[in-house]
């Protein structure tokens, strides 16, 4: 999956597609690695993408096995994604991924969720300085939520 960047620098032009997504039919976003650069993992980037820009198809993939996982294949096919949904640096996406897919084997608790939550929405207000595992596993927790805030304001 590519990710291009625009010539003012606003937005990603994101086309691909990923299979044995877990649960795609019910997320609100994507965190997504994508290739922004060269060859190599120094060449991925993680964008988070809201499940409902244009260009997005999710579609269920027949699993054999956990019939209940809601495995899915996701199509991108030029999804327009603000620059700001960059998450971290460019070319340091392969690790983020690497360290939350690490992270996501551990059970939450709802307490900790909602303190994740908070601190995920002051770190952004702050504008404070937080490391890439932080950042990543907080950042989409921010996003829905501002997502929500946003619609309730409507």
């Not at 640096?89 to 084997?105: H, K, Q, R, T, Y």
């Not at 601190?119 to 404070?128: E, G, H, N, S």
Request: charged share 20%.
């Amino acid at each position: 999956t590519t990710a291009v960047k625009s010539a003012d620098g606003s937005h990603y032009m994101v086309n691909g597609q990923k299979k044995f997504i877990t649960g795609g039919l019910m997320v609100g976003w994507f965190s997504t690695l994508v290739r922004t650069g060269g060859p190599g993992i120094g060449g991925l980037s993680l964008l988070a993408i809201d499940a409902n820009t244009p260009g997005i198809t999710v579609r269920k993939l027949k699993a054999q096995g956990w019939w209940s996982g809601n495995t899915t294949s996701v199509s991108f096919d030029d999804c327009k994604v603000p620059a700001k949904y960059l998450i971290g640096e460019e070319g340091n996406g392969f690790l983020m991924m690497a360290a939350v897919m690490n992270l996501s084997l551990i059970h939450i608790s709802e307490p900790t969720r909602l303190l994740s939550i908070s601190y995920a929405v002051f770190c952004l207000k702050k504008k404070k300085k937080t490391s890439s595992r932080e950042t990543t596993s907080h950042l989409l927790y921010c996003l829905e939520y501002d997502k929500q805030q946003t619609t309730s304001k409507k």
